[in-house]
């Protein structure tokens, strides 16, 4: 069983950075492409940035140009720094590890989530 650990959660000011950690363990992690997914108060979980074992990289528009995803095969960790929070960046972000086999063969796992509150 694959386990997601965030960590690096927090509150920060408009403007601030904040880098998210996830340590994964329990799978071979360059088999998995892995994620960060983030959820507001009300509303949807929703896509932040994804990253496969080839680093390929894919943003959600709304932090293009802000946010940077990245991993570390050989720890097993991957990473998400942010830049330039703004108060629409709060959220409980979430760790994603994705295996897609075939359709009766997915693996699809998830942390416990930390908070990121960009606040005055």
């Known amino acids: 069983q694959v386990q997601l650990v965030e960590s690096g959660g927090g509150l920060v000011q408009p403007g601030g950075s904040l880098k998210l950690s996830c340590a994964v363990s329990g799978g071979v992690f360059s088999l998995y492409r892995m994620g960060w997914y983030r959820q507001a108060p009300g509303k949807e979980r929703e896509l932040v940035a994804t990253?496969?074992?080839?680093?390929?990289?894919n943003y959600a528009d709304s932090v293009k140009d802000r946010f940077t995803i990245s991993r570390d095969n050989a720890k097993s960790m991957v990473y998400l720094q942010m830049n330039s929070l703004k108060p629409e960046d709060t959220a409980v972000y979430y760790c994603?590890?994705?295996?897609?086999?075939?359709?009766?063969?997915?693996?699809?796992?998830w942390g416990q989530g930390t908070q990121v509150t960009v606040s005055s």
């Open positions: 990253i496969t074992s080839a680093i390929i990289t």
């Open positions: 994603n590890a994705y295996r897609f086999m075939t359709l009766n063969r997915i693996y699809d796992y």
